[in-house]
T-cell receptor, first 114, second 110 residues
Framework: EAQVTQNPRYLITVTGKKLTVTCSQN?????MSWYRQDPGLGLRQIYY???????DKGDVPEGYKVSRKEKRNFPLILESPSPNQTSLYFC?????????????FGDGTRLSIL | GNSVTQMEGPVTLSEEAFLTINCTYT??????LFWYVQYPGEGLQLLLK?????DKGSNKGFEATYRKETTSFHLEKGSVQVSDSAVYFC?????????FGAGTTVTVRA
């Protein structure tokens, strides 16, 4: 089954404790992206990647890092999480030949930073 | 930059009622337009799309028409069901990302 898998689905942690949210897709897509969803703001892009070793900032990259060492994986790293990063996070992927649309989304990761 | 404005919710309807969710956009160039749906506890699923002016996207009884002259992409369904209860997002493509509206929560009561 074609899917985008995120882990963990839920996490409660404390300020400053480094965490990683993993994202994996099994569709051999070149393009991957991270979004955060906040009430009243919709989804906003954090980082995206056009292919292995190619990443770029989205609209709200501050406080986040990403890496793309393998095509299927695109982890999101919060090196020193803060309460304003409490949010619902989505990973998405898509093939480049369709102009990276439409995007296939994971089921989301709800992060609470205390 | 690109932006999407979506009617605010929440919207509560009775089964078999008519649903309209307004969406207008600002964009450079000629973006593709999308409606995504998010059911409780799940990720976003593509509901329908339109890639050029006057295109009509349709799926599961939902429709939306890409209106370049009014920069709009309103979502409609003639007869909603309880299973249509969800959050609906209007979005447009550009700059290697999707730009989303704030989302509209729709609740359909039996």
């Amino acid at each position: 089954e074609a899917q985008v898998t995120q882990n963990p689905r839920y996490l409660i942690t404390v300020t400053g404790k480094k965490l990683t949210v993993t994202c994996s897709q099994n569709m051999n897509h070149e393009y991957m992206s991270w979004y955060r969803q906040d009430p009243g703001l919709g989804l906003r892009q954090i980082y995206y990647s056009m292919n292995v070793e190619v990443t770029d900032k989205g609209d709200v990259p501050e406080g986040y890092k990403v890496s793309r060492k393998e095509k299927r994986n695109f982890p999101l790293i919060l090196e020193s999480p803060s309460p304003n990063q409490t949010s619902l996070y989505f990973c998405a992927s898509s093939p480049m030949e369709t102009g990276h649309q439409p995007q296939h989304f994971g089921d989301g990761t709800r992060l609470s930073i205390l | 930059g690109n932006s999407v404005t979506q009617m605010e919710g929440p919207v509560t309807l009775s089964e078999e009622a008519f649903l309209t969710i307004n969406c207008t956009y600002t964009a450079t160039g000629y973006p593709s337009l999308f409606w995504y749906v998010q059911y409780p506890g799940e990720g976003l699923q593509l509901l329908l799309k339109a890639t050029k002016a006057d295109d009509k996207g349709s799926n599961k009884g939902f429709e939306a028409t890409y209106r370049k002259e009014t920069t709009s992409f309103h979502l409609e369904k003639g007869s909603v069901q309880v299973s249509d209860s969800a959050v609906y997002f209007c979005a447009l493509s550009g700059d290697y990302k999707l730009s989303f509206g704030a989302g509209t929560t729709v609740t359909v009561r039996a």
